[in-house]
């Protein structure tokens, strides 16, 4: 009976056990299902619109080629290699020009701008005495305006820097699908999501200690890039073979090798990881997918086991014996011919020049960009929509000045005359009529994406101020003109509860009486400060705003001689709108931002408001013209020819810690900065060091004269240098000054004649005349 029940125990016991097996097992069922049920939500949700995360796109100004237009053929190469177009003709395919002598043949990529599609076309340029001639098709037929398509300048990207081209699988080559096929799945037609053979190896590997490594299909490899992490372990080779066999069940074939060939990771240009075979393309041929051959079609896919290993940039014979390799098994696969595999074999790798761009070859300019498309556009839109953004950058004004800055810093540096070496710099170059921001530098190394001392370095700005307080003065024609005397002694100006202020001209010298556009010439600041205080600080501040200065400035009577903190942008801002004539233009870096396919949104139209009287802007302009004739920036002489007429103020602050320069000619305007970024003091002055780094910009760039269109209410007197009184041709050095109408001095210098001053003022008045009668 006890054998019995100790059997009776023994078999409770064990279905105990079973039952608790049954148990487990039931658990495991259902949490299996329960995570193969969220991986099942997971693909779906996740793959159904295969949406990537597609960074802004940003680009420069396209430039518009017609007859007439002031160009060399260098420089159309130049941006032509920028955009990357390839220097050796192919007849079959566009991206690629031609130089011939005094004419350049383009063959133009199709491409979407915000006005419409520009299709492929060839345009031959011919060029005579710096200029296009003519612009024609291959027709020989005159064109109006071609434009180039625009050089790519960056993007917004997302948070890893992820960067690709979006392609349709019609669009690729089938030669690259197959090699594709004959090197990482060849049984992807055929099978569900996984291969039980590679699954095998995988195996055996890991049981000899090989670790995790081989026998993914390419639906695996798209599982693993495109919703896991990149970690070797057992259980996220699971998840990705359950979600390798949902993704199968979901989408067809099609599906699954579009979005491959739209993920795979291809390489790395500096920070920006290039993803996808529609951006490999051009990064690589500099060529659209559709024309890629069969050799450079087999580099691409004997990239995707190591893009890094495989770099045909920085390893090129390795890259070369991986694409053999991919061209043999292409063709043992059946895929291509004998000849054609005899003819890819023989290609080199036909790479296009590197140009390594990274997220930005112009970072400075692009956080202007940023900046600006921040007012209209959420950030996750910038960095996932695909916006394609249109800018102002003229690529050729921005290699100048980079250039010009890193040289001659470099050059201060070796001499020491400044100071220790470190100094650093920025420039800003804009279109002087429109505000368009050409170029922007923000330190001596532009590809640095740190402190943008462009927009964010505020400092003194010294005599930069200066041309405000004349501004103001010339307002009041019945006050002030440019021969106003103007006493430069001892100043001293006192306030309550504050030091006395006696400000000093830079040389130590006071001059005594002197008019005042040798006040301003000549940057005399106890002229100048007793100037400003007559007029009052309140009003010249108030001049500064309307000019575009939105910083708040503090009312002290220092702020006259720029005791003031201001950005080069800022700076920039203040003298567009004296170099259009009163006019502000807020100064912009977009022209367009467009959908990815190229409808437009938020249109970036210019804005233009007339916030000063056009006549005492001439009146300064001239004045500052002035100053680079006979004044404080006359050294300009040695880059620029007298009749460029440039305007231009120089700017050196307390203990020579900051140099400025800012002017502008006919079609620019240009502010450079120069100084330390500890401001330690130093030896810079805005005619020593910042007026060479302008003077040499400016002369690379072929300038406009400048000369503004003469206001109604102004005339034109002969003036005595000496006196400030009217004078005649008989007079040493008599100049010809502008001045409001009624304003100019009647009194006649002692050396002119009463006849000489009446044939004068006949002049004038026939001049006048003629202008009344026929508009002009």
């Known amino acids: 009976m006890s054998r019995f029940r100790n059997l009776w125990r023994r078999l409770s016991r064990y279905?105990?056990?079973?039952?608790?097996?049954?148990?487990?097992?039931?658990?495991?069922?259902?949490?299996?299902?329960?995570?193969?049920?969220?991986?099942?939500?997971?693909?779906?949700?996740?793959?159904?619109?295969?949406?990537?995360?597609?960074?802004?796109?940003?680009?420069?100004?396209?430039?518009?080629?017609?007859?007439?237009?002031?160009?060399?053929?260098?420089?159309?190469?130049?941006e032509l290699r920028q955009a990357g177009y390839r220097e050796v003709p192919r007849e079959d395919e566009p991206g690629w020009f031609a130089r011939r002598g005094d004419s350049i043949e383009i063959a133009l990529r199709p491409f979407v701008f915000w006005d419409g599609p520009q299709p492929a076309q060839r345009v031959h340029v011919d060029f005579e005495n710096g200029a296009a001639a003519s612009v024609r098709d291959a027709q020989g037929r005159d064109l109006p305006l071609v434009r180039l398509e625009p050089v790519p300048i960056g993007g917004i990207y997302p948070a890893n820097n992820e960067d690709r081209v979006l392609v349709r699988l019609n669009q690729v080559p089938n030669h690259l699908v197959q090699a594709l096929l004959a090197m990482e799945d060849r049984n992807f037609q055929s099978h569900h999501g996984f291969d039980l053979r590679g699954m095998a190896r995988a195996a055996v590997n890991f049981v000899r200690g090989r670790g995790l490594q081989g026998g993914s299909t390419l639906t695996q490899q798209l599982v693993k890039n495109f919703f896991l992490t990149p970690e070797r372990t057992v259980q996220r080779k699971v998840t990705e073979f359950i979600m390798a066999v949902l993704l199968e069940l979901h989408y067809d074939k099609s599906e699954i090798l579009e979005t491959y060939l739209n993920e795979i990771y291809l390489g790395q240009d500096r920070d920006r990881a290039i993803h996808g075979i529609g951006l490999a393309s051009l990064h690589y041929f500099g060529k659209t997918i559709e024309h890629l051959t069969l050799a450079e079609s087999a580099l691409l896919v004997g990239m995707v086991k190591g893009p890094a290993i495989y770099?045909?940039?920085?390893?090129?014979?390795?890259?070369?014996?991986?694409?053999?390799?991919?061209?043999?098994?292409?063709?043992?696969?059946?895929?291509?011919?004998?000849?054609?595999?005899?003819?890819?074999?023989?290609?080199?790798?036909?790479?296009?020049?590197?140009?390594?761009m990274g997220t930005s070859p112009h970072p400075a300019f692009l956080d202007l960009v940023h900046r600006q498309l921040r007012r209209d556009y959420d950030e996750a839109d910038l960095r996932t929509e695909g916006l394609r953004v249109f800018t102002t950058l003229d690529p050729r004004v921005q290699a100048a000045a980079e250039r010009v800055l890193e040289r001659k810093l470099a050059q201060y540096d070796r001499e020491k005359r400044f100071g220790p070496s470190g100094l650093e710099g920025a420039i800003i170059v804009t279109d002087s009529q429109t505000g368009e921001v050409q170029a922007l530098v923000g330190g001596r190394d532009a590809r640095y994406r740190g402190f943008n001392r462009a927009l964010d370095a505020a400092r003194p700005v010294g005599s930069l101020l200066k041309p405000v307080i004349y501004l103001t003065a010339l307002a009041e024609p019945s006050r002030y003109t440019l021969v106003t005397p103007i006493d430069d002694g001892p100043f001293v100006w006192k306030s309550r509860g504050a030091p006395d202020w006696e400000p000093q001209n830079y040389d130590r010298v006071f001059h005594g009486t002197v008019q005042l556009r040798t006040a301003l010439a000549q940057s005399y600041n106890a002229a100048t400060a007793r100037l400003g205080t007559e007029i009052g600080v309140e009003r010249v501040l108030a001049t500064v705003k309307r000019l575009g200065i939105e910083r708040r400035l503090k009312p002290f009577a220092a702020t006259l001689l720029g005791a003031v903190e201001l950005s080069p942008l800022e700076v920039a801002q203040m003298y567009q709108t004296i170099a259009s004539s009163g006019f502000r233009a807020p100064l912009r870096a977009i022209r367009e931002v467009t959908t990815q396919d190229g409808r437009p949104l938020k249109p970036y139209s210019l804005e233009v408001e007339q916030v000063f009287p056009a006549a005492p802007t001439y009146l300064l302009t001239a004045a500052m013209q002035g100053i680079v004739r006979e004044g404080t920036a006359q050294s300009l002489a040695n880059w620029l020819p007298p009749e460029s007429a440039v305007a231009g103020k120089t700017g050196t602050t307390d203990e020579q810690r900051d140099a400025w320069f800012a002017g502008f000619t006919g079609d620019r305007l240009a502010v450079v900065w120069i100084g330390y970024d500890d401001n330690r003091a130093a030896k810079l002055s805005g005619a020593a060091a910042a007026l060479p780094i302008w003077g040499e910009l400016m002369a690379g760039l072929g300038p406009e004269p400048l000369a503004p269109p003469r206001p109604d209410g102004i005339e034109n007197v002969l003036i005595d240098p000496q006196s400030g009184l009217l004078a005649d041709l008989l007079c040493p050095g008599a100049l010809e000054l502008p001045f409001a109408q009624g304003s100019a001095p009647v009194e006649r210098a002692p050396c002119a004649s009463a006849v000489g001053v009446a044939v004068e003022e006949v002049k004038q008045q026939a001049t006048s005349w003629f202008k009344r009668l026929f508009g002009r």
Do not use: C
């Open 15 to 78: 279905g105990t056990f079973w039952r608790y097996l049954r148990y487990a097992a039931l658990a495991v069922a259902l949490l299996a299902a329960g995570f193969t049920l969220y991986l099942d939500f997971r693909v779906r949700s996740e793959f159904e619109g295969r949406r990537f995360a597609l960074p802004a796109r940003i680009y420069a100004r396209p430039l518009e080629l017609h007859a007439g237009l002031r160009i060399s053929p260098a420089s159309i190469a130049d």
């Open 311 to 356: 770099d045909p940039y920085r390893h090129p014979q390795r890259a070369l014996e991986r694409r053999n390799t991919v061209l043999r098994e292409t063709r043992d696969q059946g895929h291509a011919t004998m000849k054609e595999y005899a003819a890819a074999r023989a290609a080199g790798l036909g790479l296009k020049p590197k140009a390594s």
